[in-house]
């Protein structure tokens, strides 16, 4: 596990590594049984992809919380837990006075699969954190999915690798490029996950 705190007007914490090997099998068997089970649903039926009646995101999603009545019933939400085992590593320890006095209380999760044409436009959560983490299957067969933070100076891009654990102030701006399947990889789930963890009080 690798930690790296920054700040660019707001704080950033980038990790990588985060998941450890037997965690990452658990975590792919979930997605796949979501997958398989048609769980993931489109912008339309989720809501929270709109904004003034434009699509801010077409790619499918799914709250955990929709699909487990318990925590323990789901190996995500049991294994995710581990962001507040670091939660002094991650959080309390960067430099930001913000990321240094939060309080958390409150976490959900939500499940995001982008593959050929899939973006998230420019926006904001409604959570006092957002920790993201990205899952794809290696070697990576396709383009784009880079996440981009809003500044006062301009975009900062937070380069996509597997395992890479990204936490920022849930009000920032942020989006995700368009994604470009490699030719022959189109509707194989080889696309890009990502695993949004949001906290507030």
Same mark, same amino acid.
């Given at each position: 596990?690798?930690?790296?705190?920054?700040?660019?007007?707001?704080?950033?914490?980038?990790?990588?590594?985060?998941?450890?090997?037997?965690?990452?099998?658990?975590?792919?068997?979930? !997605?796949?049984?979501? !997958?398989?089970?048609?769980?993931?649903? #489109?912008?339309?039926?989720?809501?929270? /992809?709109?904004?003034?009646?434009?699509?801010?995101?077409? &790619?499918? %999603?799914?709250?955990?919380?929709? $699909?487990?009545?318990?925590?323990?019933?789901?190996?995500?939400?049991?294994? #995710?837990?581990?962001?507040? &085992?670091?939660?002094?590593?991650?959080?309390?320890?960067?430099? =930001?006075?913000?990321?240094?006095?939060?309080?958390? #209380?409150?976490?959900?999760?939500?499940?995001?699969?982008?593959?050929? =044409?899939?973006?998230?436009?420019?926006?904001?959560?409604?959570? /006092?954190?957002? $920790?993201?983490?990205?899952?794809?299957?290696?070697?990576?067969?396709?383009?784009?999915?880079?996440?981009?933070?809003?500044? %006062?100076?301009?975009?900062?891009?937070?380069?996509?690798?597997? #395992?890479?654990?990204?936490?920022?102030?849930?009000?920032?701006?942020?989006?995700? =490029?368009?994604?470009?399947?490699?030719?022959?990889?189109?509707?194989?789930?080889?696309?890009?996950?990502?695993?949004?963890?949001?906290? %507030?009080?």
């Amino acid at each position: 596990m690798n930690l790296q705190h920054i700040d660019i007007g707001f704080p950033i914490t980038v990790v990588d590594n985060f998941y450890d090997s037997g965690e990452l099998e658990l975590i792919w068997e979930e !997605l796949q049984f979501l !997958l398989d089970n048609n769980k993931l649903r #489109n912008p339309k039926e989720m809501g929270s /992809a709109f904004k003034s009646g434009k699509i801010l995101a077409n &790619r499918p %999603s799914v709250f955990l919380h929709k $699909c487990f009545k318990k925590v323990s019933e789901s190996k995500i939400l049991t294994i #995710n837990k581990k962001v507040f &085992r670091y939660f002094d590593q991650i959080f309390k320890k960067h430099s =930001s006075w913000f990321f240094s006095n939060v309080q958390i #209380n409150i976490s959900k999760t939500l499940i995001s699969y982008y593959e050929d =044409s899939n973006y998230y436009h420019a926006h904001r959560d409604r959570f /006092a954190i957002t $920790c993201l983490t990205w899952f794809y299957k290696e070697p990576k067969s396709f383009e784009g999915g880079e996440l981009s933070l809003h500044t %006062s100076k301009g975009k900062k891009t937070i380069k996509l690798l597997n #395992n890479r654990l990204v936490a920022f102030p849930s009000c920032i701006v942020h989006e995700v =490029s368009m994604i470009k399947m490699k030719e022959g990889t189109e509707g194989k789930h080889m696309g890009r996950f990502c695993m949004s963890q949001f906290l %507030s009080q």
